[in-house]
T-cell receptor
Framework: KAGVTQTPRYLIKTRGQQVTLSCSPISGHRSVSWYQQTPGQGLQFLFEYFSETQRNKGNFPGRFSGRQFSNSRSEMNVSTLELGDSALYLC???????????FGSGTRLTVV | AQSVSQHNHHVILSEAASLELGCNYSYGGTVNLFWYVQYPGQHLQLLLKYFSGDPLVKGIKGFEAEFIKSKFSFNLRKPSVQWSDTAEYFCAYSGAGSYQLTFGKGTKLSVIP
């Protein structure tokens, strides 16, 4: 079966702009999580959605937001981009959450 | 703060050597534990997971991990590594009823042919 699909794979944005990243989970998976991966901080949890509801949120500023649609696809948005937002953004899906997560290949965001 | 410690940043082994990567977590309640692997240029893949039951968990590619509750540890082992095991390994946990994974910083494994 198809894995977790993230688009786009690469993005270059300018400071102050906003960006939207997309994630399509594995068919049948209703939980979608987002993580930020950087060399300095490692993998950090952003938020988790299940059936269009945010169940958990990590310790990130309000510039980071997300949503989930009725087909379980998810988007995350970062507004007013900062240089420090440059990272690999990973999406993960699972059947219900907590039962093991399958990760996508990520979107590499570079802010210049 | 809740965290995961992976003691080795970079491990270098020769092929056929035995591997043990340490992982300790700080969380007082019931946990679900995971090891993920990230091969060069590839996405994170689940190696194995522990939810309950037998504390010795077997995963893919000959890896296993042992959950020792009293030590808050979940060390990863493999009896004989191959060059293809060269990758970065991440330990993670989620609290029971939580939908958030807390990851360690990762351990890079380099296997020399």
């Amino acid at each position: 079966k198809a894995g977790v699909t993230q688009t786009p794979r690469y993005l270059i944005k300018t400071r102050g702009q906003q960006v939207t990243l997309s994630c399509s989970p594995i068919s049948g998976h209703r939980s979608v999580s987002w993580y930020q991966q950087t060399p300095g901080q490692g993998l950090q949890f952003l938020f988790e959605y299940f059936s269009e509801t945010q169940r958990n949120k990590g310790n990130f500023p309000g510039r980071f937001s997300g949503r989930q649609f009725s087909n379980s696809r998810s988007e995350m948005n970062v507004s007013t981009l900062e240089l420090g937002d440059s990272a690999l953004y990973l999406c993960a899906s699972s059947l219900q959450g907590g039962d093991g997560y399958t990760f996508g290949s990520g979107t590499r965001l570079t802010v210049v | 703060a809740q965290s995961v410690s992976q003691h080795n940043h970079h491990v270098i082994l020769s092929e056929a050597a035995s591997l043990e990567l340490g992982c300790n977590y700080s969380y007082g309640g019931t946990v679900n534990l995971f090891w993920y692997v990230q091969y060069p240029g590839q996405h994170l893949q689940l190696l194995l997971k522990y939810f309950s039951g037998d504390p010795l968990v077997k995963g893919i590619k000959g890896f296993e991990a042992e959950f020792i509750k009293s030590k808050f540890s979940f060390n990863l082992r493999k009896p004989s590594v191959q060059w293809s095991d060269t990758a970065e390994y991440f330990c993670a946990y989620s609290g029971a009823g939580s939908y958030q994974l807390t990851f360690g910083k990762g351990t890079k494994l380099s296997v020399i042919p």
